[in-house]
């Protein structure tokens, strides 16, 4: 059985590390917070443009746009958004798996003819797979910091201007949906081409309803597509916040729950190291006592 000081000095490792990670989950649950705050305002807006969407949806269906277009897929980009820290569980490995999952399966002519293309949005999904033996294009983690209209619209655009001339075809977006502070949604899905396909209840609506276009029905669904997938974009950047958050306030609430029966445990090893150290003591007393008697 270990000393008494070693198991005193475990002891105080372990209280001093559920302190760190009591106060981790605290700060979390704050950004959580936040970050939950933030995608509620956008939700409006966005909810309000995929109306007006949804309004003209025919019309967008038989007006040529090359975000929508779809063609033979040769050139393929990937875009991981993940986190610039650890520390929150399986967030960023199981992000990082769905990728190399991609290269093997789906996009696997491309990734063997050497056309495929990954940009990573937070660090720890780039060290993974640069350790793999990926290569990563180019990483971006000012975005995740504190996620800005304007820096996320100037990102995304650069890929839209390659999709718009042809110099990918594909582009597949990797990133955690927030359900809520324990569940995390890995989502993998097509950005680009935008999907946009009428159903026959809206053909029937489209046809029912004549809009009056100003300044006409091209420049308005030329300008609008654009701003829709920025705008997707940059919730999609605000769920994966929400859900690194969760997932770390998560994790660092079951390190505190384990340090926390870790420390029972010691003092309980604590408490039975003394007592067999006392009675040891007290055999030692009592047998020279008697040795002085005799």
Known sequence: MANLKEIRTRINTVVSTRQITSAMKMVSAAKLRRAQDSIITLKPYSDELMEILDRIRGYVADTKNPFTEKRPVNKVLIILVTSNRGLCGSFNLNSSKKVIELLNNEFSKQFKNGNTEIICVGKKGADYLKIKGYKVSSVNHELLEKPDPDK?????????????????????LVFNKFKNAAVQRLVSETFLPLYIEPTDKDEEVTNAIEYIFEPDKDHLIRNLIPLIIKILFYSALLESSASEHGARMTAMHKASDNAEKLIRELKLNYNKARQSLITNELIEIVSGADALRK
């Open 152 to 172: 996320v619209f100037s990102f995304i655009e650069s890929t839209m201007n390659k999709f718009e001339s042809c110099d990918i075809d594909h582009v597949e």
